[in-house]
């Protein structure tokens, strides 16, 4: 028999992915979301992307990491569209920008500053980048039945993680900005742009406004315990996504 013609960079082909897609940035990550599946068949490793497929009670969800950075998440986002990808959740890390968001707290994004530069390769710079309402509000859902603090609201999007704009940091966190990383905005530019449902979850591993300031290996640990909350909320909410779709997918 031929061998299955996979798509060049996440190598997957044709019945590999699912309707629903977990997608970190971290392809660790995509071991630690998995082990909370009820079963998942691994696919391929290739670049930053590592791909696993499976069931999670009773509903049918790929796990693939993106790699950071906008560039890197657009390539593996447009190549599991291209195989029937419907709905994507971003499971994250990010930094806090308010001095009240404590170090592993899971935090819903629900739309994105674009500081970064993939997504304007896609819409104009007006264009907002806007996560899907189901898709937050099932996020939102999950968290709500759990007894662990939670935070939603506006993220930050960035290409260049050293660089430091202190001018633009005060202006968004008076705005109410709760979160920065690298992914999410192209995640939800893309989910317009290709008419495909997008979220966004993250536990913050930073937070620069913070008077004192742990050690790596504290914010390590703080950070993993708030991964395993984003991870079963991810989780879950492609439950509620499913249920609520009536499985036209």
Do not use: W
Request: net charge negative; glycine share 10%; hydrophobic share 40%.
């Amino acid at each position: 028999m031929a061998n299955k013609e996979v798509l060049k960079h996440i190598r997957c082909g044709i019945g590999d992915v699912a309707p629903y897609v977990i997608i970190p940035g971290d392809p660790g990550r995509v071991k630690r979301i998995v082990a909370e599946m009820d079963e998942a068949t691994f696919i391929s490793d290739n670049r930053e992307y590592i791909t696993y497929t499976g069931k999670y009670h009773g509903v049918l969800i790929t796990v693939c990491s993106s790699g950071i950075g906008g560039p890197a998440a657009s390539i593996a986002i447009e190549e599991l569209i291209k195989l029937g990808a419907k709905v994507f959740i971003r499971v994250g890390s990010a930094g806090g920008r308010q001095a009240n968001i404590k170090i592993g707290t899971p935090v819903v994004i629900t739309a994105t500053y674009r500081g970064e530069g993939t997504s304007h390769a896609y819409l104009p710079s007006d264009f907002p980048a806007v996560a899907s309402l189901d898709v937050t509000n099932a996020l939102i859902e999950t968290l709500e039945k759990q007894s662990y603090p939670y935070d939603y609201g506006l993220g930050f999007c960035r290409d260049a993680y050293y660089v430091q704009d202190s001018d633009l940091n005060t202006l968004l966190t008076n705005c109410g900005v709760k979160v920065a990383e690298q992914e999410s905005s192209i995640l939800f530019i893309l989910g317009a742009f290709r008419g495909v449902k997008t979220g966004a979850i993250v536990s913050t591993d930073s937070n620069i406004y913070l008077e004192k300031q742990p050690t790596l290996e504290q914010k390590d640990e703080l950070y993993l315990s708030g991964e395993k909350k984003t991870v079963l909320a991810a989780l879950d909410a492609c439950e509620i996504l499913f249920n609520k779709e009536a499985h036209i997918y």
